[in-house]
């Protein structure tokens, strides 16, 4: 298995546009994170999916941040408009239920 | 929500010493622990997990450990080498970690001196 892909790997944006981050979990699990690492906060868990349905997006900052899960095999993340204090890296994971959760190779977001 | 706090956050052992790294974490429904290794610049990956029916798990020169009614945990990694320095986290989770996420401490760098 290829593991959980995501895109892109890097991106520097300007201030005020828009980002779309991809993710493509392993083929046959049913539980999809999106999460947040910065040196301050440490792994944020941003919001997470089970069977394609969003379940807790508590952890969103707020309300430029937004995700969806069309189908089983793909999943976004965008923020728009996009703040210098967003730059971190965004990884998306994941399992099966109650099972191991893999992360993917994250992505690393520049704002500036 | 839940909250894992892990100690110390920096770690420095000579090669083939033991490395100790402990967390606590705050809601007693939590039932399942996996410890996570983060080289710099990939992904973090799982090392070792721990589910609550069970006090201690052993994988090669890798434990953990689990105390349920102190609501801690701990890493254990004995005759360290140069391959082990990362950064390791902890995490709790209620559903089993596929159901309702992790929630991670802040991380302990370990760092290996040969």
């Known amino acids: 298995d290829a593991g959980v892909i995501q895109s892109p790997r890097h991106e520097v944006t300007e201030m005020g546009q828009e980002v779309t981050l991809r993710c493509k979990p392993i083929?046959?699990?049913?539980?999809l994170f999106w999460y947040r690492q910065t040196m301050m906060r440490g792994l944020e868990l941003l919001i997470y999916?089970?069977?394609?349905?969003?379940?807790?997006d508590s952890g969103m900052p707020e309300d430029r941040f937004s995700a969806k899960m069309p189908n089983a095999s793909f999943s976004t993340l965008k923020i728009q408009p996009s703040e210098p204090r967003d730059s971190a890296v965004y990884f998306c994971a994941s399992s099966q239920l109650e099972n191991t959760i893999y992360f993917g190779e994250g992505s690393w977001l520049t704002v500036v | 929500g839940e909250n894992v706090e892990q100690h110390p956050s920096t770690l420095s052992v000579q090669e083939g010493d033991s490395a100790v790294i402990k967390c606590t974490y705050s809601d007693s429904a939590s039932n399942y622990f996996p410890w996570y290794k983060q080289e710099l610049g990939k992904r973090p990956q799982l090392i070792i997990d721990i589910r609550s029916n069970v006090g201690e798990k052993k994988d090669q020169r890798i434990a953990v450990t689990l105390n349920k009614t102190a609501k801690h945990f701990s890493l254990h990694i004995t005759e360290t080498q140069p391959e082990d320095s990362a950064v390791y986290f902890c995490?709790?989770?209620?559903?089993?970690?596929?159901?309702?996420?992790?929630?991670f401490g802040k991380g302990t760098h370990l760092i290996i001196q040969p």
């Open positions: 999916f089970n069977n394609n349905v969003p379940i807790d």
């Open positions: 995490a709790a989770s209620i559903g089993g970690g596929g159901a309702d996420g992790l929630t």
């Open positions: 083929s046959g699990h049913n539980s």
